[in-house]
């Protein structure tokens, strides 16, 4: 992989520099990058809300799916009971799960939307006045140091240019001296030349420098005023840093089903109704319900006892009566 000269990537640095012509919009535009940065922040929590809703719903299908095919299988006892407290515990964590969701969009993310439209005023024609008084403040401090600094490139050009021409006069004398066909009298008007060249370089060079030194005095206040309004929006910065570090851990603090105590009752009680199968006690009530255990009346040896008739009572013969009286009709 190729990499540039390091003179090149030098030079390349310094134009990207904060301290260049414009290159503070970075800075600026940070504020309208963290507005963004929060819509983006609430759109991905609210699909993970939509995770957390679906997984409490596809909880819910599964528990109620099987509690009928369970409550109706051939286990029994413990074991039946430790298979139902699964989709009982299901259940607890589908309401557990539906409550994460709620928080993360009516807590999180309404949260976050509140304190963002605290912090960011939209203008009328777009943008944000955050944003709008820092690039003010920036192109305010740094328009006598941006005229400077054109100045300066126009003095160093000049200064560039006279001594590309210093130098071609020179080489156009050495080149003279050392050729017997020119003539003495083109050899001196050549050397007139290169001290002209040379005394133009000379006064061009004391411009140049006035001028860098003019830029160099102004330097430090140039930096100063800059670096105030740095400070300011390194301070609003911080901020949003703070804030959305906290939301952060709000959202962490919601999603960590680890540190919940209700997770931890919902998987403890499992667990306990798991360690509470008993082979034991499940087969005893087997022998007991449907085994030897279970009552019966052994055979025995009964005597006939002769059935004994009961005397009618007087409505008891008028029916007897009337149905023979029927029956003969």
């Keep these: 992989m190729s990499t540039l000269p390091p003179e090149v990537a030098t030079e390349d640095a310094t134009k990207q520099s904060f301290w260049m012509p414009g290159n503070y919009q970075r800075t600026v535009k940070r504020t309208e990058d963290a507005f963004q940065a929060c819509n983006d922040i609430v759109v991905c929590f609210q699909e993970r809300a939509r995770v957390e809703r679906q997984y409490a719903q596809q909880l819910s299908e599964w528990s109620n799916k099987w509690k009928p095919l369970v409550?109706?299988?051939?286990?029994?006892?413990?074991?039946?009971?430790?298979?139902?407290?699964?989709?009982?515990?299901?259940?607890?964590?589908?309401?557990?799960?539906?409550?994460?969701?709620?928080?993360?969009?009516?807590?999180?993310?309404?949260?976050?939307?509140?304190?963002?439209?605290?912090?960011?005023?939209?203008?009328?024609?777009?943008?944000?006045?955050?944003?709008?008084?820092?690039?003010?403040?920036?192109?305010?401090?740094?328009?006598?140091?941006?005229?400077?600094?054109?100045?300066?490139?126009?003095?160093?050009?000049?200064?560039?240019k006279v001594q590309?021409?210093?130098?071609?006069?020179?080489?156009?004398?050495?080149?003279?001296?050392?050729?017997?066909?020119?003539?003495?009298?083109?050899?001196?008007?050549?050397?007139?030349e290169r001290e002209l060249a040379q005394q133009e370089t000379e006064k061009v060079r004391a411009r140049y420098e006035k001028v860098l030194e003019e830029v160099t005095r102004y330097a430090p206040r140039y930096m100063e005023e800059m670096e105030c309004i740095f400070d300011q929006s390194q301070e609003e910065e911080r901020k949003r840093i703070s804030f959305l570090k906290q939301a952060f851990l709000s959202v962490h603090r919601h999603?960590?089903?680890?540190?919940?105590?209700?997770?931890?009752?919902?998987?403890?009680?499992?667990?306990?109704?798991?360690?509470?199968?008993?082979?034991?006690?499940?087969?005893?009530?087997?022998?007991?319900?449907?085994?030897?255990?279970?009552?019966?009346?052994?055979?025995?040896?009964?005597?006939?006892?002769?059935?004994?008739?009961?005397?009618?009572?007087?409505?008891?013969?008028?029916?007897e009566s009337q149905q023979g009286t029927i029956e003969r009709r």
């Design 164 to 192: 590309r021409k210093e130098q071609t006069a020179r080489d156009r004398e050495v080149h003279a001296k050392g050729n017997p066909d020119v003539a003495i009298e083109k050899q001196r008007k050549i050397q007139e």
């Design 71 to 160: 409550d109706s299988s051939p286990l029994y006892g413990s074991l039946l009971q430790a298979w139902q407290c699964f989709l009982s515990s299901a259940d607890r964590l589908a309401a557990l799960h539906s409550s994460v969701c709620r928080s993360l969009v009516s807590e999180d993310g309404d949260r976050v939307r509140t304190w963002q439209k605290e912090t960011f005023h939209k203008k009328l024609f777009g943008g944000f006045k955050e944003s709008q008084d820092f690039g003010t403040g920036f192109a305010r401090a740094q328009k006598p140091w941006a005229k400077r600094l054109k100045k300066l490139d126009k003095a160093r050009s000049a200064f560039h």
């Design 255 to 319: 999603l960590d089903v680890t540190n919940n105590e209700s997770v931890k009752a919902v998987y403890n009680e499992l667990h306990n109704t798991l360690m509470a199968i008993n082979e034991q006690t499940d087969l005893r009530w087997w022998k007991n319900t449907h085994g030897p255990g279970m009552p019966t009346d052994w055979p025995q040896f009964e005597e006939w006892t002769p059935e004994k008739k009961s005397k009618k009572g007087k409505k008891e013969k008028e029916v």
